[in-house]
């Protein structure tokens, strides 16, 4: 028997791009034997950047905690026996922290947790939003935080509860992060794209928006949220305070959500705007927010510990229903029973830092600043090499881990898709072509993660500029 | 502005009552300062289970590798200094262990994985399987293997594709785990319960599975596939071959797929059959058969890292469209970008013990029988209580980590959830009622987990026997 059967019609059409077919085409190169440089995803340690120590020894010890013991009396023992001069000691600050949240998680990381999160960890992160917003914003509550495995578990949890038929839409930029057109699709909605403005560095005018809404209703389109990615991904572009209130004020017009994609809030380099969380600006008015940040960006680039948080403020109420938003959305959480224990810790240590003035804030300090001044760097690198490409324009203050250059003038019957797999092909570089984030018609782009190490990049940079005189030069039309 | 909105009604309208209004009360009451024995979720190391030894020390230095150096200097150093007599030193077996898998992931726990989980834990995966079913089935291939973050992501993942319309059915057992019911709640499709025959020691018969498959047919719904659950949960019943060959020949005649949970499959006790998986009993019969399991139970009962897989035998092929059902599957796996690298890695453990021989695999196997003999020991004190009851039956051989025996008799006017409702209140042990897992119209169960310490059930046990006999004896009829 073969059995043929009619699967789920929006799964099979929701596409992926950022592990689509050339991520693909790059692993089978790889699998031959090709040195491939992968930078069609945020993936900072599968390209070289180092863990952090402080959040390690912190895991290592919750996860055994024999080690503690065992610590303590090498601690003891050095301070008494000349026999062990090279042991570099784990600090008593990190063993103390490390204990705090073995007593306050309570049976370790074995057991599931409230299927919200461990509500020690949802403080920890209500404090830190506080402290980041300033006493602007009302106070974060902890019961209004949801630790997910990953941001994008939230963001889906969200735009699923928001979709209740087909013509329910959500508003995303164009060129957004494709987590955002999938989830769409999966959960059976429209998407309704607006567009930024590239040559303004991607900033937002309320007419474009007004279009978008003009747009959708045309087509008998409910809009139920808007999607908004600060520091943008793809484009890496930076909201001015100015932008984000536009946003605000549209939303509260027409009386639909926003759902804030705030994880790449510490990727902001060289003097580009600060960051405004969505949460700050928005004040003491009356908005829906969904707010996301991770731990797999940042300076701690920890992707594979699937650790992130959903904040909820001035959640909707639903109609026909006795249950609240927060406790569908509990309900929700509880099917998968919880988030993985170890990104929730990690959740804890992003929001709450060795303690300051010791050697391991020093430390960690350093390591940070290391990290995301080595990420200017590269992104100033590869920025450079544009300038010396013919019809190549990357716009936008540079934020999160990525460029977003234009392609202009390809040569004709040729497309970014197929600039992007020549690319590779010809010198191992792996990127994502703008199509796979959705783009104004008539333009191409692609995205480059700036993560590889400095000297792959001396190295593929120059290769890349070939390539691309040979391919605008050479490349007959197609057709 | 408080908005109001119309939300999902699957969603709204979904029921989990292993975390539904009695383990909230319970919480509730815990927070009042009430002891509470949590036994409405198999959650063993929040019951005071200790986590193997093995498992841990290899997380910890996957997750510090600086620990890896230390080790060896400490081995030197207590090798050549009298200073160290104290010290437990990591077994070398242990730190090779580690090696080897730090060497094969490459980028360590920090980095993203390919979408369906890191290869070389895929193909332990399927080495496992081959061992433990033998010669008789088709070998296990690892790229049919996802890892995921618990057995209910990948449940949901095949239910969600399966159904393509509201009259897309799914069979379930009576009583059932209701993550099915709520993911098939949850992705719009219809359910279709089948009734194991309970005083028969939950066997199945043909006859059951032919009446329900009339059932759906009589009401226009597709049936698309069947759930199995094996050791039983809620019921903790082990299916003897006889039972397995009956579904795999009502499946195959039908054509519809297998879905079998079995992650209790190292759950057996008391000389109850031996677990036989439906791999093995298909043999080379092309039935499409997707099968779960996972690190949270058996004797590692690592639940809140969230490690599991499932695997793929004759996935059927997808009408109108290009895609496999592999390559959608892979498409929604990429969507969450991958699994917790953690969870996968005990995955790794699960599937491949400590090298035979060697100290650490012995103190493992010693770990895992101890386990084990606990787990039946508390199983057949339960039962030996239930004895003292009136009107209390509990069938089925021992399996998994529940009991769920028929309460009979209860006062008029009052249900099981009332009874776990009051036995929460008067002893703090919370149960879930069977009415939370479906149960046949008119009669009356509970689940619960045999997980607490010996002596918290020496304690509360003699106190259920009383609050039964009151309940029984005492209640009037509520109308």
Known sequence: MSMSLNGNRNLMEMEYAVRGPIPQKA??????GREIIFCNIGNPQSLGQLPMSFPRQVLSLIENPTFIRREKELARLSSVSPALPHLDLIESEVIEYAENIISKIGSGTGAYTESRGAKFIREAVAKFIDRRDGPGAPPSDPDS???????????????QLLISSPDDAIM????????????????????????PDEENDWALSRTELESA??????????????????PGNPTGAVLDEKSINEIIDFAMEKEIAVIADEVYQE?????AAPFISFAKALGNRELPLFSLHSVSKGFLGECGHRGAYLELRNPPSLADSSLSFMEVLTKMASVNLCSNTVGQILVYIMTTPPPSGTRTAEIHDSERKGILSDLSKKALMIRDTFTKMDNVKCFGRTGAMYLFPSLNKLPR???DFDYCMALLEETGLCTVNGGGFGQKEGTQHLRIAFLPPFEKLQEVLPKWVDFHKRYLGDRKPAS
């Open 267 to 271: 990727n902001i380099y060289d003097g």
């Open 213 to 230: 809404w003009q747009n959708a209703g045309k087509n008998g389109k409910k809009i139920k949220a808007l999607v908004v990615i600060n």
């Open 27 to 32: 692993a089978k190169l790889k699998e031959q």
């Open 413 to 415: 019957g040729t497309n």
């Open 145 to 159: 935080i949801f630790l997910t495995d990953g941001a994008g578990q939230g963001a889906q949890h969200i735009i």
């Open 172 to 195: 995303i930029p164009i060129p957004q992060y494709p987590l955002y057109s999938a989830a769409i699709k999966k959960f059976g909605g429209t998407q309704i794209g607006y567009y």
